[in-house]
């Protein structure tokens, strides 16, 4: 009855692991103090600070001037001097085009900051996915090779007692537990892979714990507001300011001015008050003002045609989750159906050696027999594993489809250090 006790409860673990509550604030936390999002929220305060400064007026221009005829003996000496004041003027749009690019370049910065944290939340949480499975995996092979071991001492014990042993069951069971020796070792490599993989991701060191799995509900995801989307929306925005600020190019600059002046000296002195109007010649800037315009509705272009493969990878994003969800679903449905015809054949094999194997399966062909159906068990147990670690790969991937908006409140909050 050990071996189905085992039984029961190694599919309960497998069938029950898939319903564990997920808290994502560990890994987001983590996530958060990556030097990846440090970099990123730096940039965004650069955007910032730059579009403080964005649609500024020129600064006024003063110029002074001072000067003295000598005439000699056959005339006066004059003396004059000159003061102007001229405030340039910005072009016609210039001023609120320089404003919108700015403020597309700061949407564009914490698009990106979303998408940093997107990626790095779905490398951990696929590495950490995979490191989950590959030590479920160890624990059933390891179940599997102390049941092997199990029947291979019984196997020698018999040997001992002078009863007839087939030599071929006993270098059956030696080579199935140097096979799974060789597994284990694969699998157990595998999981410190991965978990590696995980602290490369996290920037953690080798000391630090890793946080749990954690993975968005496939429900939640949309591909309006996903980072990848923000950021097209973002970089199209970008390109039609940019477009608005090449055509302001096209107009001229003006400038206007005072201008003040005194010539001579005493009772003779004359005064000159004056205003001056400049404007450039837009001759050439207007050639130059169409090709940029071209290139940015080229630019715009192409920012609306990655928004459409974004919302398009978000949509294969989830019917992929969808579809392993699926899968793992039918593998535990399938599992508790092995579990009662397993528990059925064990029990049939246990009053059969019980009361002398009449029908000649007892002795070596029954122990051959419960290792068999063990290494169902564990082939099952091994499906199922390996079905749930799709569906959380499948899952995990979805943090960078997450909303940019909860992904920067996550990103941008403060965090303690670990």
């Known amino acids: 009855m050990r071996v189905r006790r085992a039984l029961l409860f190694a599919f309960a673990a497998a069938v029950t692991a898939a319903g564990a509550p997920e808290d994502p604030a560990p890994l987001l936390s983590a996530v958060a103090r990556t030097p990846a999002l440090e970099s990123a929220r730096r940039r965004i305060d650069a955007a910032q600070a730059r579009a403080g400064a964005a649609g500024r007026l020129p600064d006024p221009e003063v ?13 006066d000496d004059r003396s004059m001097w000159e003061f102007n004041l001229r405030q340039p003027l910005p072009r016609r749009g210039e001023r609120a085009a320089d404003r919108e690019r700015a403020t597309a370049a700061v949407s564009m910065a914490e698009a990106e900051l979303a998408m940093i944290a997107g990626d790095t939340a779905a490398d951990a949480a696929m590495a950490l996915a995979e490191a989950e499975g590959a030590r479920a995996r160890v624990t059933l092979l390891e179940t599997q090779r102390s049941r092997l071991g199990t029947a291979l001492a019984s196997l020698d014990a018999r040997l001992a007692a002078g009863a007839t042993v087939k030599l071929a069951d006993r270098l059956t069971l030696q080579s199935r537990i140097a096979a799974l020796e060789l597994a284990l070792e694969e699998t157990r490599r595998g999981a410190a892979d991965a978990e590696a993989a995980a602290r490369m991701h996290l920037a953690l060191a080798s000391e630090t714990p890793l946080p749990f799995f954690a993975a968005p509900e496939i429900s939640t995801i949309r591909a309006d507001g996903s980072p990848a989307v923000t950021l097209a929306e973002a970089r199209a925005a970008e390109a039609l300011a940019t477009g608005r600020m090449a055509r302001a190019g096209a107009n001229p600059m003006t400038a206007v001015g005072i201008r003040l002046e005194r010539e001579g000296g005493g009772s003779s002195a004359q005064d000159t008050i004056g205003l001056a109007v400049s404007s450039e010649i837009p001759w050439r800037s207007r050639g130059y003002a169409r090709a940029g315009s071209r290139a940015a509705e080229a630019e715009r272009a192409a920012a609306q045609a990655e928004g459409e493969t974004a919302r398009r990878r978000v949509t294969n994003a989830t019917g992929r989750a969808e579809r392993a969800e699926q ?82 409140d996550s990103a941008t909050r403060p965090v303690s250090p670990p």
């Open 63 to 75: 110029e002074a001037m001072a000067s003295r005829v000598n005439s000699g003996a056959m005339g």
């Open 327 to 408: 899968l793992a679903t039918v593998a535990r449905k399938l599992a508790a159906d092995t579990r009662t015809r397993l528990e059925t054949e064990h029990e049939i094999l246990s009053r059969t050696v019980s009361v002398g194997a009449p029908s000649g399966m007892g002795g070596d062909s029954a122990v051959l027999h419960a290792v068999d159906i063990l290494e169902r068990t564990s082939e099952t147990q091994l499906r199922i594993v390996e079905a749930e670690t799709a569906a959380r790969v499948a899952r995990a991937e979805l943090w960078r489809h997450v909303a940019a908006r909860k992904l920067l």
